[in-house]
C-alpha cells in the first residue's frame, strides 16, 4: 500500500514539475534532450538515405566549382585558351544544375521529414496526456500543457526541419572543404586547423549559455499561455467582475516577462553568431594574407591560392552558418526536453502486467474494505480513514453528508482514478488495481456533478457515452433523460453545435445530456454525483423518474446533497470526515436523531419556508 501512496506522490511531482516548469536538469538543457527526436525520425529511414543521396550531390556540387576557377587563373585568358574556358564554363552550368537539384531535394526531403516527426511527437505527447492519471493534472496547469504541444513543437519543428537541413549540409560543406583544403596545400590547412580550437571554444562555451536562456524564455512563454487559457475559458467571470482591465494587465505583465526572456535569449545567440563569424572570418584573412606572400616568393601559383581561399570561404561560412544553427538547436532542446519531460511521465495508475478479468456477465457488485486515501495534493488531511461498504448487485445506494466528507473521493477510487494507500476497493468480485482500469471503466457509467460538455454537436456529446450507437439509440437516450425536447428547439437539433464547453447551453441543459450521455452507455453499475443538481424542479422530476427507470436492475450509488432525492435508496450511508458515520434507510435514520436527521431537519425546514414565502 506504501508503493501506492509514493506513486501518487510521484504522478503529483510530475505534474508539479510541469506546473512550475521545472525539473531536475533545468538550466542545463543540452543538445541530448533532441535525441529522442532521433527514435521518431529513424521511422523515416527511405526519407532520410533520399535526403542524404540530395546532399551528397548539392555538396559535390558545389566543392568543384573551385577546381574549375584554379584552372581557368592558372590557364589564363588568352585566345589560345578560349575554347578550353568556353568548356570550363559549359561544365560550371551542368555542376550548378547539379547543385539546384540537390539543394531542392535535400530540402523537399529535410523538411517534410521535420514536417513528419513533429507530427508524430505531437501524437506522442498527446497521447500520454491521455494516459496519465489525475494526480497528475491536480499539479498540472491545462494551458501550460498546451503550449507544450504547439508552442513548444513549432520551436522543434522549426529545429528539425530547416535547422537540420542547414546543418547536414554546412557539415558535408565543412568536412569537404577541409579535406580539399589540405589536398590544396597542407602548409596553409595547417595555419586554418591550428586556429581552429580558438574558434570552436568560444562556441561551446556561448552555446552553454543559450541552451540555458532558450530554457527560461520557453517557460516564460509557457506561463504566458496558461494565464491566457484560463483568462478565456472564464471570459464570463471576468467581465462580471468588472476584470477586463487587470486581467489584461496581468497578461501584458507575463508577455513582456516573456519577451525579455526571449530578447536575452536572442541575444546570447547573436553574441555567439558575431563571434564565430569573426572568429573564422579573421582566420581565413590571416591564410590569405600568408598564402599572397608565397604566391609573390614563387611557390604557389595564383590559382592554387584561388583554390584554396575557396575551400576556406566555403569552411568559414560552414561554421558560420553551424555556429548560428547550433544556437537555434540548442533553443529546440530546451523544448525537446519539456516534451521529454511529459513523454517520459508515467501513470501512478495503469494495468498491471497480467490483468485479472471480470466476470461475464457483470454481476454489478461493489465493496470497500477498510480503505483508506490521501489526496497526493493534500497529504496533511485523509479523504477517507477507514471506509468499508458492500453493494449488492442492483441494490441502489446514497451517500450524503456534508461537503469535504468523502463522498466525490469514493467513486474516484470506483474509476481507479486514485489507488488506495490501504485496503482494497473491489468490482465484481476483483481489487480493481489488478484489473485493466480500461476493462473496469467499461462497466461504470458516470455522471459527474459538473458535466463535461464538448465543442461539437449535441449528437456527438451524448454518443461520447458509446461512439458505435446509432442516431436512434442517440435519441430514446436523450428522451430517456428529458432532453429530446429542448434539443429538438435548437437551431439544428442534435446537429446543433454548442460552444466550448456547451457555453450555449443552461446548466439543467448541459447536466440533461451528461445523463443522456450514461444512459447510452447502458453500464451495469451507475455513479451519480449530484447528476438533478443543476434542475429546475418540474426537469428534476421528469429526470428522476427516467433515472429511476434507468436503475432498475442495476447497481447504483448515489450521490446528493438534497436529500428528498434519495429517499427512495434502498440504503443511505452517511458521511463524515472521511468515515462512514451512518448507516440505514431514509426513516430510521431520521429516528436516529445523528447526523443525517441533523441535515434533513435543516434542508426540509428550509424547504418549507420557502414554500411558505412563495405561498404568500
Given at each position: 500500500?506504501?508503493?501506492?501512496?509514493?506513486?501518487d506522490?510521484?504522478?503529483?511531482?510530475?505534474?508539479?514539475?510541469?506546473?512550475?516548469?521545472?525539473?531536475?536538469?533545468?538550466?542545463?538543457a543540452?543538445?541530448?534532450?533532441l535525441?529522442?527526436l532521433v527514435?521518431?525520425?529513424?521511422?523515416?529511414?527511405?526519407?532520410?538515405?533520399?535526403?542524404?543521396?540530395?546532399?551528397?550531390?548539392?555538396?559535390?556540387?558545389?566543392?568543384?566549382?573551385?577546381?574549375?576557377?584554379r584552372?581557368?587563373?592558372?590557364?589564363?585568358f588568352?585566345?589560345?585558351?578560349?575554347?578550353?574556358?568556353?568548356?570550363?564554363?559549359?561544365?560550371?552550368?551542368?555542376?550548378v544544375?547539379?547543385?539546384?537539384?540537390?539543394?531542392?531535394?535535400?530540402?523537399?526531403?529535410?523538411?517534410?521529414?521535420?514536417?513528419?516527426?513533429?507530427?508524430?511527437?505531437?501524437?506522442?505527447v498527446?497521447?500520454r496526456?491521455?494516459?496519465?492519471?489525475?494526480?497528475?493534472?491536480?499539479?498540472?496547469?491545462?494551458?501550460?500543457?498546451?503550449?507544450?504541444?504547439?508552442?513548444?513543437?513549432?520551436q522543434?519543428?522549426?529545429?528539425?526541419?530547416?535547422?537540420?537541413?542547414i546543418?547536414?549540409?554546412?557539415?558535408?560543406?565543412?568536412?569537404?572543404?577541409?579535406?580539399?583544403?589540405?589536398?590544396?596545400?597542407?602548409?596553409?590547412?595547417?595555419?586554418?586547423?591550428?586556429?581552429?580550437?580558438?574558434?570552436?571554444?568560444?562556441i561551446?562555451?556561448?552555446?552553454?549559455?543559450?541552451?540555458?536562456?532558450s530554457?527560461?524564455?520557453?517557460?516564460?512563454?509557457?506561463?504566458?499561455?496558461?494565464?491566457?487559457?484560463?483568462?478565456?475559458?472564464?471570459?464570463?467571470?471576468m467581465?462580471?467582475?468588472?476584470?477586463?482591465?487587470?486581467?489584461?494587465?496581468?497578461?501584458?505583465?507575463?508577455?513582456?516577462q516573456?519577451?525579455d526572456?526571449?530578447r536575452?535569449?536572442?541575444?546570447?545567440?547573436?553574441?555567439?553568431?558575431?563571434a564565430?563569424?569573426?572568429?573564422?572570418s579573421?582566420?581565413?584573412?590571416?591564410?590569405?594574407?600568408?598564402?599572397?606572400?608565397?604566391?609573390?616568393a614563387?611557390?604557389m601559383?595564383g590559382?592554387?591560392?584561388?583554390?584554396?581561399?575557396?575551400?576556406?570561404?566555403?569552411?568559414?561560412?560552414?561554421?558560420?552558418?553551424?555556429?548560428?544553427?547550433?544556437?537555434?538547436?540548442?533553443q529546440?532542446?530546451?523544448?525537446?526536453?519539456?516534451?521529454g519531460?511529459?513523454?517520459?511521465?508515467?501513470?501512478?495508475?495503469?494495468?498491471?502486467?497480467?490483468p485479472?478479468?471480470?466476470?461475464?456477465?457483470?454481476?454489478?457488485?461493489?465493496?470497500?474494505?477498510?480503505?483508506?486515501?490521501?489526496?497526493?495534493?493534500?497529504?496533511?488531511?485523509?479523504?477517507?480513514?477507514?471506509?468499508?461498504?458492500a453493494?449488492?448487485?442492483g441494490?441502489?445506494?446514497?451517500?450524503?453528508?456534508?461537503?469535504?466528507?468523502g463522498?466525490?473521493?469514493?467513486?474516484q477510487?470506483?474509476?481507479?482514478?486514485?489507488?488506495?494507500?490501504?485496503?482494497?476497493?473491489i468490482?465484481?468480485?476483483?481489487?480493481?488495481?489488478?484489473?485493466?482500469?480500461?476493462?473496469?471503466?467499461?462497466?461504470l457509467?458516470?455522471?459527474?456533478?459538473?458535466?463535461?460538455?464538448?465543442?461539437?454537436?449535441?449528437?456527438?456529446?451524448?454518443?461520447?457515452?458509446?461512439?458505435d450507437a446509432?442516431?436512434?439509440?442517440?435519441?430514446?437516450?436523450?428522451?430517456?433523460?428529458?432532453?429530446?425536447?429542448?434539443?429538438?428547439?435548437?437551431p439544428?437539433?442534435?446537429?446543433?453545435?454548442?460552444?466550448?464547453?456547451?457555453?450555449?447551453?443552461?446548466?439543467?441543459?448541459?447536466?440533461?445530456?451528461?445523463?443522456?450521455?450514461?444512459?447510452?452507455k447502458?453500464?451495469?453499475?451507475?455513479?451519480?454525483?449530484?447528476?438533478?443538481?443543476?434542475?429546475?424542479?418540474?426537469?428534476?422530476h421528469?429526470?428522476?423518474?427516467?433515472?429511476?427507470?434507468?436503475?432498475e436492475?442495476?447497481?447504483?450509488?448515489?450521490?446528493?446533497h438534497?436529500?428528498?432525492?434519495v429517499?427512495?435508496?434502498?440504503?443511505?450511508?452517511?458521511?463524515?470526515?472521511g468515515?462512514?458515520?451512518?448507516?440505514?434507510?431514509?426513516?430510521?435514520?431520521?429516528?436516529?436523531?445523528?447526523?443525517?436527521?441533523?441535515?434533513?431537519?435543516?434542508?426540509?425546514?428550509?424547504?418549507?419556508?420557502?414554500?411558505?414565502?412563495?405561498?404568500?
Amino acid at each position: 500500500m506504501t508503493d501506492r501512496k509514493n506513486a501518487d506522490r510521484k504522478a503529483h511531482e510530475n505534474g508539479r514539475t510541469l506546473a512550475e516548469g521545472e525539473s531536475g536538469s533545468r538550466g542545463r538543457a543540452n543538445l541530448g534532450a533532441l535525441r529522442p527526436l532521433v527514435g521518431f525520425a529513424m521511422r523515416y529511414k527511405g526519407r532520410i538515405a533520399a535526403a542524404l543521396a540530395a546532399l551528397v550531390v548539392a555538396s559535390i556540387a558545389t566543392l568543384a566549382v573551385p577546381l574549375a576557377v584554379r584552372r581557368v587563373i592558372d590557364h589564363g585568358f588568352s585566345d589560345a585558351q578560349g575554347d578550353l574556358i568556353s568548356a570550363y564554363f559549359a561544365m560550371l552550368i551542368v555542376v550548378v544544375l547539379f547543385l539546384a537539384a540537390g539543394s531542392a531535394l535535400r530540402y523537399y526531403f529535410v523538411i517534410t521529414l521535420g514536417e513528419r516527426v513533429v507530427a508524430d511527437v505531437r501524437g506522442a505527447v498527446f497521447e500520454r496526456l491521455t494516459m496519465l492519471d489525475p494526480a497528475f493534472f491536480d499539479a498540472s496547469r491545462a494551458g501550460e500543457l498546451v503550449s507544450r504541444l504547439t508552442a513548444d513543437t513549432t520551436q522543434v519543428k522549426a529545429a528539425f526541419g530547416a535547422s537540420i537541413s542547414i546543418a547536414l549540409r554546412n557539415v558535408v560543406l565543412l568536412v569537404g572543404a577541409i579535406a580539399l583544403m589540405i589536398w590544396t596545400s597542407p602548409k596553409l590547412s595547417a595555419l586554418v586547423l591550428v586556429a581552429l580550437p580558438l574558434i570552436v571554444v568560444p562556441i561551446i562555451v556561448s552555446g552553454r549559455r543559450v541552451r540555458r536562456r532558450s530554457r527560461v524564455a520557453q517557460d516564460k512563454l509557457a506561463d504566458a499561455s496558461a494565464f491566457a487559457a484560463e483568462a478565456v475559458g472564464a471570459v464570463r467571470t471576468m467581465q462580471a467582475f468588472g476584470m477586463e482591465r487587470a486581467t489584461a494587465a496581468r497578461f501584458a505583465d507575463a508577455a513582456e516577462q516573456a519577451y525579455d526572456a526571449a530578447r536575452i535569449s536572442v541575444r546570447a545567440r547573436a553574441i555567439l553568431t558575431g563571434a564565430a563569424i569573426f572568429l573564422v572570418s579573421a582566420s581565413v584573412v590571416g591564410v590569405l594574407w600568408y598564402g599572397a606572400q608565397s604566391v609573390l616568393a614563387g611557390t604557389m601559383t595564383g590559382g592554387t591560392l584561388g583554390q584554396f581561399v575557396l575551400y576556406a570561404v566555403f569552411a568559414a561560412s560552414a561554421m558560420g552558418q553551424l555556429s548560428e544553427v547550433y544556437g537555434e538547436l540548442a533553443q529546440a532542446a530546451g523544448s525537446a526536453e519539456r516534451l521529454g519531460e511529459i513523454l517520459e511521465a508515467m501513470p501512478a495508475v495503469k494495468a498491471p502486467e497480467n490483468p485479472r478479468a471480470l466476470p461475464e456477465p457483470a454481476t454489478g457488485s461493489l465493496a470497500f474494505e477498510d480503505v483508506r486515501f490521501h489526496y497526493p495534493t493534500r497529504l496533511e488531511a485523509p479523504a477517507l480513514e477507514g471506509v468499508s461498504f458492500a453493494v449488492r448487485p442492483g441494490e441502489r445506494v446514497a451517500l450524503v453528508g456534508p461537503s469535504g466528507s468523502g463522498k466525490s473521493t469514493v467513486l474516484q477510487l470506483i474509476l481507479r482514478f486514485y489507488d488506495p494507500e490501504a485496503g482494497r476497493v473491489i468490482v465484481d468480485g476483483v481489487p480493481v488495481p489488478e484489473a485493466d482500469p480500461v476493462a473496469l471503466r467499461r462497466r461504470l457509467a458516470l455522471v459527474p456533478q459538473e458535466p463535461t460538455i464538448f465543442g461539437v454537436s449535441v449528437l456527438d456529446n451524448i454518443r461520447y457515452g458509446r461512439p458505435d450507437a446509432g442516431e436512434e439509440e442517440v435519441r430514446r437516450a436523450a428522451e430517456l433523460a428529458s432532453a429530446d425536447a429542448f434539443i429538438r428547439t435548437l437551431p439544428e437539433g442534435y446537429a446543433t453545435l454548442v460552444g466550448e464547453r456547451g457555453v450555449t447551453l443552461s446548466g439543467g441543459q448541459r447536466q440533461r445530456i451528461a445523463i443522456a450521455r450514461a444512459i447510452l452507455k447502458d453500464a451495469p453499475i451507475l455513479l451519480l454525483d449530484e447528476a438533478t443538481s443543476a434542475l429546475d424542479a418540474e426537469s428534476e422530476h421528469a429526470v428522476q423518474e427516467a433515472l429511476d427507470r434507468l436503475m432498475e436492475g442495476r447497481t447504483t450509488l448515489v450521490i446528493a446533497h438534497r436529500l428528498a432525492t434519495v429517499r427512495s435508496a434502498d440504503r443511505i450511508l452517511v458521511m463524515e470526515n472521511g468515515r462512514i458515520v451512518e448507516e440505514g434507510d431514509h426513516d430510521g435514520l431520521v429516528a436516529k436523531g445523528g447526523l443525517y436527521a441533523r441535515l434533513a431537519r435543516l434542508q426540509f425546514t428550509d424547504a418549507e419556508g420557502a414554500r411558505s414565502q412563495a405561498a404568500e
